[in-house]
């Protein structure tokens, strides 16, 4: 059983920074391929925001490519989202994917 629990989210002030977790079990860590998502207020559907392939390559969307990081702790099981300056439109439920498997998401407010 595949199980991805996210952590981490919580309110912060424009220009902040928070870092999400997301501790995995279930799946060969190492070399998984794993997502970050996030699902925008009033949006239907969940935006990619960054990926791991094959537990290498990192990618990331233009629009946060110079703000947030992806990195992970393969003795730890978790993948980490560090998210700086912050932005009111990064407000969302944040979601860690890895193939058909989903976390139960993490909330991230901006405001100020």
């Known amino acids: 059983q595949v199980d991805l629990v996210e952590s981490g989210g919580g309110s912060v002030q424009p220009g902040g920074s928070l870092r999400l977790s997301c501790a995995a079990s279930?799946?060969?860590?190492?070399?998984?391929?794993m997502g970050w998502y996030r699902q925008a207020p009033g949006n239907r559907r969940r935006e990619l925001v960054a990926?791991?392939?094959?537990?290498?390559?990192?990618t990331y969307s233009d629009s946060v490519a110079d703000r947030f990081t992806l990195s992970k702790d393969n003795a730890k099981n978790t993948v980490y989202l560090q998210m700086n300056d912050l932005k009111p439109e990064h407000t969302a439920v944040y979601y860690c994917?890895?193939?058909?498997?989903w976390g139960k998401g993490t909330q991230v407010t901006v405001s100020g």
């Open positions: 994917n890895a193939y058909a498997w």
């Open positions: 279930g799946i060969t860590f190492s070399l998984a391929t």
């Open positions: 990926s791991i392939k094959s537990g290498t390559n990192i």
